[in-house]
């Protein structure tokens, strides 16, 4: 029948509604006296002495309900305690049951006892203000109001009943509709109330979860009304200026928060004034914010009807990686100097300072390549050589310092710009103080390398010289500094230039050559120093240019490694050497030289399979020679490449033994039948016994590997005589039996049975078949 109150309403609003009940003792006690003295003037008039009983029941009654206020009072009641609250409802309830009661018992007797006009007027009118009072106030407690409506309508509706007046009971008639209306007021005021709880906790609710989402979104966000006064703002938009405290600036300009965080030092003032011109301008657009501890924001300010938001978004993130983009892409990752492009761009912008210049400096530009380095990756590791690369690119910046830009090209190549020479003197001091630091070798950690470097310079007063004619000079002299001996500074001049050139147009003309089979072979024998027999030739190339003449394959050959042409060329060889051995008597054989290069640009089994199937000539009268730098730079692919060949019948030959990377580990691991000693071993023989014993060890290295040997170089009958008589060698090879030969000079020697006098260079006998 009842709606219990704590049922419909939220802990707090009930709790709320309770204390509303025990608030206003004055008043109640008010009533309560003024209801008793209404009573006694009543019982007065009247002469009823029940009459008075009432009125003292109104004062009882009052005093109790003033002490359950007071005991109230020192209660202690919290907010949401709903049973401690449905505890003093009841005690509330009995109350104001008992001073209706008494209301209702006052109509009923003056209107069925005392039959005093009076009384029954001062009885109703002041029963049914009372009525009036208690829809009201206590509405929203449905029990409660009920209780006190029912205890004062039926007594009063009982007492004029029981008058006997139809006109009395007619009256009853009317005051039944004035009580039902009592509590449907009653309920509709219930049900507006609820309706804003309601709605007032949906509000909450709402604005709690607003709260919540404004405190986890991810960016900072700040509404503005029309005038620029923040109405709405989050943590994370106030932590772009290093802010606090979001309530505190409710309420505020826009303005005044702009002119705290330039006072603070927390964003710039050029920053904030952008923010304020859009907000003024109810305009959109984005501001790049910095904050004071180098935060990057981006703000975006948006307006729509008179309402401003701004959205901040940490973008410090995205700024440092673009940051590391951008140093990556300028930056060496290895070295921390620029990349080649980075120091192209860095030298322009000095060039062309420097053409604005009046009188410009010397400018010099220095090309740095580390000699043979690709010994330390492969003997050493990657990682040796990165920490050799890092601590170069250090020891460049130290000498270098801030009088120069330094750049990592690539691999192990630097270069150095220096915009502001004194002269000549001071570009190559800075070379040699380079240089100089080389004998100290480089302390990789666990080890110690020791590297030379050759150096290309080339220094010009020219302002309007660029960087790509610098960089041709520059490596000219580093070309010249490397061909030299390595280890060493070349400055650029003149002549180089010439010689570039030259360069340039034989890397033309020696593809158009190859391609046309204008290069020539000329055969130098190998002879076997007891019979004094020739048992192979080697095959090497000549090329004769149209306009300069003889090219010396010192030249040649590196132009067709550097242009790619290096396979084209050991084809070509190949095939001339294989058709032209094939008219040789068939216990001869020729030696065909094959470049590092060769096994890492093609498949050198298949080439030279390739070759002795298109020429007919046997595999065991070929021999591949391969230098030990060969041998190093590409050991697996030449390993597994010489390994085929040997399969197949094809001699392998180590050439020029001494003079590279020398392991024994090499001579055991590959495939070779032969060791070609380096005419470095030979040219102290006739002078020096330590020379002479030196080359009979390795000969004899070469016998317990189970290889033949050859010796290179020999030029004089003394060396010949000593070879013979005090080596175990089986074969030699050089220039006291005359100069290579030509393919008709070498046919005619071969197919003589006697001593050669048509070929007076050579001292041989011909070889019998």
């Known amino acids: 029948m009842f709606e219990a109150a704590y049922k419909i309403l939220p802990p707090v609003d009930y709790v709320s509604m309770i204390r509303s009940l025990y608030a206003d003792r004055r008043s109640m006690l008010l009533g309560a006296f003024g209801s008793a003295l209404a009573a006694a003037v009543a019982a007065l008039e009247a002469k009823s002495p029940i009459l008075g009983y009432i009125a003292a029941a109104f004062v009882l009654i009052g005093i109790l309900r003033n002490l359950d206020m007071r005991s109230f009072d020192k209660a202690i009641l919290d907010d949401e305690d709903v049973e401690t609250a449905r505890r003093w409802e009841l005690r509330a309830t009995m109350g104001a049951a008992a001073i209706a009661l008494t209301y209702g018992i006052w109509c009923m007797i003056s209107f069925w006892i005392v039959d005093d006009a009076f009384a029954e007027l001062a009885a109703a009118s002041v029963s049914v203000s009372v009525l009036v009072g208690v829809s009201q106030r206590n509405f929203a407690i449905d029990r409660l109001m009920t209780i006190q409506v029912l205890l004062i309508a039926l007594p009063l509706v009982l007492g004029l009943l029981l008058v006997g007046n139809v006109y009395y009971a007619l009256l009853t008639l009317l005051l039944l509709p004035f009580f039902i209306s009592l509590r449907r007021i009653a309920g509709n005021a219930r049900d507006i109330l609820l309706r804003a709880v309601h709605g007032r906790i949906k509000a909450a609710a709402l604005a709690t979860q607003l709260d919540a989402a404004l405190d986890t979104l991810e960016h900072g966000l700040m509404m503005l009304d029309r005038d620029g006064i923040i109405e709405v703002v989050n943590a994370r938009a106030l932590d772009a200026f290093e802010m606090n405290d979001a309530d505190a600036w409710l309420g505020q300009p826009l303005g005044r928060l702009c002119a705290r965080v330039v006072e603070t030092g927390h964003a710039t003032r050029a920053a904030c004034a952008q923010i304020n011109a859009l907000v003024d ?3 959109s657009g984005k501001v790049l914010l910095i904050g004071g501890a180098g935060g990057y924001y981006e703000v975006s300010v948006s307006s729509r009807d008179d309402k401003t938001v701004l959205l901040f978004e940490d973008i410090s993130a995205r700024i440092v990686a673009e940051e590391r983009i951008n140093y990556m892409a300028r930056y060496d990752a290895l070295t921390g100097l620029p990349n080649r492009a980075y120091f192209a761009e860095l030298v322009g912008q000095a060039l062309a300072e420097r053409q604005r210049m009046a009188k410009p400096a010397l400018a010099g530009l220095y090309v740095i390549d580390l000699d043979d380095f690709k010994h330390v990756n492969d003997t050493m590791g990657h990682l040796a050589g990165d920490q050799l690369l890092t601590e170069m690119g250090r020891r460049l910046s130290q000498i270098f ?119 020539n072979l000329v055969y130098q024998p190998i002879i076997d120093p007891r019979t004094n027999r020739i048992a192979a030739c080697e095959a090497l190339a000549r090329w004769t240019h149209t306009q300069y003449g003889p090219i010396s394959p010192a030249v040649f050959i590196p132009i067709a490694e550097e242009t790619g042409l290096i396979t084209d060329l050991t084809r070509f060889v190949l095939m001339a050497a294989t058709r032209d051995c094939r008219a040789w008597p068939g216990d001869i054989s020729v030696a065909v030289n094959v470049s590092a290069r060769d096994f890492r640009a093609c498949s050198v089994e298949d080439m030279v399979k390739g070759v002795l199937d298109q020429t007919g000539l046997p595999p065991r009268r070929l021999e591949i020679e391969v230098t030990e730098t060969a041998v190093i730079e590409e050991q697996e692919a030449a390993g597994a490449a010489l390994a085929s060949l040997n399969r197949l019948g094809v001699g392998v030959a180590l050439d020029d033994f001494g003079t590279g990377y020398s392991s024994l580990s090499y001579l055991r691991s590959m495939p070779f039948t032969k060791l070609k000693i380096d005419r470095s071993f030979v040219v102290d023989i006739e002078t020096d016994p330590e020379a002479l014993r030196l080359l009979s060890n390795v000969a004899q290295l070469g016998k317990d590997l189970a290889l033949e040997t050859t010796v290179e170089g020999v030029e004089t009958e003394g060396q010949l005589s000593l070879i013979t008589e005090e080596t175990g060698v089986d074969f030699v090879q050089g220039f006291l039996y005359g100069p290579p030969l030509s393919l008709d000079a070498m046919t005619r020697l071969l197919k003589s049975h006697y001593p050669s006098n048509a070929v007076p260079e050579l001292r041989l006998v011909a070889s019998k078949k």
């Open 281 to 283: 301008a109810k305009s």
């Open 401 to 519: 310092a801030d009088n120069a830009i330094c750049g990592r090209l690539g691999g192990d190549e630097f270069v150095v710009f220096c915009a502001r020479l004194s002269g000549d003197e001071e570009a190559e001091d800075y070379a040699a103080r380079f240089l100089a630091t080389m004998p100290e070798g480089f302390a990789i950690p666990g080890r110690r390398i020791d590297m030379d470097v050759s150096i290309g310079l080339v220094t010009s007063d020219n302002p309007s010289e660029d960087l790509e004619a610098l960089m041709i000079k520059a490596d000219l002299a580093l070309y010249e500094a490397k061909s030299g001996g390595k280890g060493r500074m070349v400055r650029f001049h003149g002549r180089m230039d010439t010689e570039y050139q030259m360069r340039q147009q034989l890397k033309l003309d020696l593809k158009l050559a190859i391609e046309a089979g204008k290069l």
